[in-house]
């Protein structure tokens, strides 16, 4: 089925959490490092520079990702995400992973573990509807000499590779707003709304090959409700009761 509630409005996006460049760069210390032989620490943009990191420093060892990041290019996302494909690696989220960090990461996780107050924000993947429109990051029209569709053709091989429910990466057909593969209904939604927050129903059914824990503070909450108002005035919502189907 397809979920068909307040796409018309949630996915009007302007996709400010999303970038398509991919300029070549040196990396940056900042932006990747092995902590130990099993853990390794991922922090910041995601672009070229972190590409570069991550194929200099990562090793075979490694078991567990650590992970912040508010996203950046899918493109360098999914190269980096090439490497993690079939080690079924433990990821932790310790503040955020954001848009192209929970599009093309999170999937690949054997264990997902979400830290309190940690977020997974989405907001979608290159599908036709994307393309069909052409919108950019300031949500306007796309710039000269931007091609998405050599991006959506690695997505493509990458979900089909991997497992991917559509629903995760919010895919659409051409001219449309209909998200495939979700059901149920979001919480605090409106026509302002660019993303959703990804709540812990939502995680577990769109990821059902990896074990997913949310975890709480001495309250027993993962996330504030203050936490919670900020991100509405964000204009993210909760994913509520939405699962993939």
Same mark, same amino acid.
């Given at each position: ?15 400010? &959490? ?7 760069? /040196? ?10 032989? $099993?853990?390794?620490? &991922? ?101 000269? #000499? ?6 959506? $053709?690695?997505?493509? /091989? ?8 559509? #629903? ?78």
């Amino acid at each position: 089925m397809n979920h068909g509630v307040g796409l018309t409005c949630a996915m009007g996006l302007a996709l400010s &959490l999303l970038s398509f460049g991919g300029a070549e760069a /040196a990396y940056r210390d900042d932006l990747c490092h092995q902590a130990t032989p $099993e853990t390794f620490v &991922l922090s910041g943009p995601i672009d070229a520079a972190m590409t570069a990191c991550v194929e200099s420093r990562f090793a075979p060892t490694t078991t567990e990702l650590i992970l912040t990041s508010r996203g950046g290019s899918a493109d360098q996302a999914m190269r980096i995400a090439e490497g993690f494909e079939g080690r079924r690696l433990t990821m932790t989220v310790k503040e955020e992973c954001n848009s192209s960090c929970a599009n093309y990461f999170l999937p690949l996780a054997g264990r997902l573990i979400v830290e309190p107050g940690a977020v997974i924000v989405i907001h979608g993947g290159i599908d036709p509807s994307l393309i069909s429109r052409q919108l950019v990051p300031d949500g306007g029209m796309a710039a000269a #000499g931007v091609d998405l569709q050599p991006i959506a $053709e690695r997505q493509r /091989a990458f979900v089909a590779r991997n497992g991917i429910n559509p #629903g995760w990466l919010m895919y659409r057909e051409a001219n449309s707003l209909s998200v495939q593969r979700l059901d149920g209904e979001l919480a605090n939604a409106d026509a302002r709304t660019k993303a959703w927050l990804v709540e812990e129903t939502m995680a577990k059914s769109c990821l059902p090959n990896t074990v997913v824990e949310y975890r709480t503070d001495r309250r027993g909450e993962w996330l504030s409700e203050s936490r919670r108002r900020a991100l509405r005035r964000q204009n993210i919502a909760r994913s509520n009761t939405v699962g993939c189907n």
